[in-house]
């Protein structure tokens, strides 16, 4: 089965955009590496601003008629032609397919207050075309939105990116529970918290490496550290080009981290479906 991988926190600013348009970029690249039987990774934005949508495609326009809102407002027979007609192909590689987002989902939530079976519609249209990708990588709003929780119970795996600084890390727990709570309630039993992403990590500042320290020693939460990201001036000047990091610069810090991150979370999906 194919690994649906959602990014995810409640707080804004923490480079979470960033994680999911590298990885899923970088998934594509290893895919392809190692020869893959499936080597497309969808990417899918249901952030409003639509970072994730510009900087890998070149737009920031996308409306009614061609966008995840389109999927989202679809009669549910069709919903799943209608997801296919809306994916673009990135401009960064051709194996890396986007599900834009737009505008108009600001106003979706209200929209669908009191629609029928509304928090599954993003994940019943994409298991019908799942078949299609190796993985899919879903970037969400900072908050716990209608839209949040829409993205969750597509996925199979939630990712949780965090500054080293207190007032994130106090947050972290709340934040998992959030995603058991959304897991227990709704029963979807597939959906685990597969770990963290620490971001914007410089190792010149103490308290970055003083929380992390602590981080990394606790008893359940140190296990569930997936990568560490450095501070990167790179990452900047990529958005600003429309890159990714390792396009922008293969070998700064922050490409490296994003591969380290990468390679791992390839070797889940291959030991997961070898399982």
């Given at each position: 089965m194919s690994r649906i991988f959602v990014m995810t926190n409640h707080k804004g600013g923490i480079g979470k955009s960033t994680s999911a348009t590298n990885v899923a970029f970088g998934l594509t690249q290893v895919l392809r590496q190692i020869d893959a039987p499936k080597q497309r990774v969808l990417?899918?934005?249901?952030?409003s601003q639509g970072h994730a949508s510009l900087v890998t495609t070149g737009r920031a326009t996308y409306g009614r008629d061609e966008s995840l809102y389109t999927v989202l407002m679809a009669e549910r027979q069709e919903a799943a032609s209608v997801m296919l007609d809306c994916i673009t192909v990135s401009h960064w590689d051709d194996n890396l397919h986007v599900?834009?987002?737009?505008?108009?989902?600001?106003?979706?939530?209200r929209e669908l207050i009191g629609v029928p079976g509304a928090p599954y519609r993003l994940?019943?249209?994409?298991?019908?075309?799942?078949h299609n990708y190796a993985a899919v990588v879903i970037d969400t709003r900072p908050s716990f939105s209608l839209m949040t929780e829409t993205a969750l119970l597509a996925a199979t795996d939630a990712l949780i990116p965090i500054e080293p600084r207190y007032l994130e890390s106090v947050g972290l727990q709340s934040v998992i529970n959030k995603i058991n709570d959304i897991r227990e309630g709704w029963r979807h039993q597939a959906l685990q918290v597969n770990g963290i992403i620490v971001t914007k990590m410089d190792k010149r500042v103490r308290?970055?490496?003083?929380?992390?320290?602590?981080?990394?020693?606790?008893?359940?939460?140190?296990?569930?550290?997936?990568?560490v990201i450095p501070v990167n001036e790179a990452v900047a000047y990529a958005h600003h080009a429309h890159l990714s990091v390792f396009e922008y610069d293969a070998r700064c810090a922050a490409s490296q981290a994003y591969a380290e991150l990468v390679g791992e979370l390839v070797k889940q999906m291959f030991a997961k479906a070898g399982a």
């Open positions: 990417l899918i934005d249901t952030d599900l834009p987002a737009s505008p108009l989902l600001e106003g979706a939530e994940a019943n249209p994409l298991q019908q075309i799942i308290g970055h490496v003083e929380l992390l320290q602590s981080l990394q020693e606790h008893q359940v939460l140190g296990q569930l550290i997936r990568g």
